[in-house]
Structure formats: C-alpha cells, structure tokens
C-alpha cells in the first residue's frame, strides 16, 4: 500500500469529509462501472454507488489493511449489488433496462478511433451494444466473475478475495460465462 493511501485512510478513519471527496474522485467510475453491469439500470446503479461510498466511510475501520484498499471497496460494491438484487427480486421490479448508447462513456472503455471508417465504428458500436446486452444477461454470479475480470481487468486472486470464491470456482464461473456470451454473440454476427 503506497503512503498516500494510507495517508488517505487515516482521513478517512479521522471523518475528513475532503478525504472522502478524494475517495470518490479516485474510485467513482470504477464502482459504477461494477454497480451498472451488476444492476444493469442506471438509476439504481447510481444509488447503489452512492451507498458504497457512504457505507465505506461509516465502516473504514474495519478495513485490515490484509489486501489492497480497492480490493475492499469492490467487495463492499458487489456485496451491496448482490442486496439490491435480492431486495429488487423480492419486489419484482427486476426487469433491466436496455443498455443504452452513453454507457460507452461509463465502462472506462474508449471510443473508436478517429481514423476508423464510419462503417467499421458503427460495426463496433453495434457489436458493443450486443455485448453488453449480453452479458446484462447473465445469471448473476457469471456476470459478476465477467464484470470483475473482463471489463474491470482484476486478477483471478483479486476475484476470489473480492467475492470470497475459491480460485476454481471463480475459473469455471469465468470459463462458462465466456461461452454463454460466445454463443449469444454468435447468433448476432
């Protein structure tokens, strides 16, 4: 852990609501992006993200410090996603929305190149729509191990100290995930 995360914990154990503007700012997009794919609706992805930062400055001393900072808080993430889901479950509100054209901007992915031809961006585009439909689709502990792997690029350690999985678990979840989504995609292309 570098100093200035430490740094930056001892303000946040010490309620330095500048500390915790800094957390947001360094973390904000990240969480989201995890949230989003997990919830698949904006608004409530927004309010669950809202809520990890909140409950992660009420609760940062019990932060051990035994792994990294963001490893804690992506836990802390899809822990209050897997609590959304059930609660929204419960209410039968779970239907998702289409994932829209703006999400490009909040995956962390960057657009097309400048240089490409109109008809190759939209290909790409189009095909982007199509996979993140597909894997909104994805049962929920797929679409976790795919979100925290193939789009947030963890570790395979990191997954597994994020959900608590063992490695092989979180390997064969990865491993039939990829091949739903290859054979959905497949359909398209």
């Given at each position: 852990m570098s100093e200035l995360e430490r740094s930056?914990?001892?303000?946040?154990?010490?309620?330095?609501?500048?500390?915790?503007?800094?957390?947001?700012?360094?973390?904000?997009?990240?969480v989201f992006n995890i949230t989003y794919r997990m919830l698949g609706n904006r608004a409530e992805a927004e309010d669950v993200a809202q809520e990890v930062f909140i409950s992660v400055f009420k609760?940062?001393?019990?932060?051990?410090?035994?792994?990294?900072?963001?490893?804690?808080?992506y836990r802390v993430a899809v822990n209050h996603c897997?609590?959304?889901?059930?609660?929204?479950?419960r209410?039968?509100?779970?239907?998702?929305?289409?994932?829209?054209?703006?999400?490009?901007?909040?995956?962390?992915?960057?657009?097309a190149p400048r240089h490409v031809q109109p008809d190759r961006a939209l290909e790409g585009a189009q095909l982007e729509v199509l996979l993140q439909a597909a894997i909104a689709n994805l049962d929920d502990d797929q679409r976790l191990v795919v979100v925290l792997r193939d789009i947030e690029d963890l570790s395979i350690e990191e997954i597994c100290e994020?959900?608590?999985?063992?490695?092989?678990?979180?390997?064969?979840?990865?491993?039939?995930?990829?091949?739903?989504?290859r054979k959905r995609l497949q359909r398209h292309v």
């Open positions: 930056l914990l001892r303000r946040l154990r010490d309620r330095d609501e500048r500390a915790f503007r800094e957390l947001i700012e360094a973390h904000r997009d990240r609760t940062i001393e019990t932060f051990r410090e035994e792994s990294r900072f963001s490893t804690w808080l897997k609590n959304r889901i059930k609660y929204l479950a209410r039968h509100e779970r239907d998702r929305d289409e994932l829209d054209e703006t999400s490009h901007e909040t995956n962390g992915a960057a657009g994020i959900t608590g999985l063992p490695d092989g678990t979180v390997k064969s979840r990865l491993h039939r995930a990829r091949l739903v989504l």
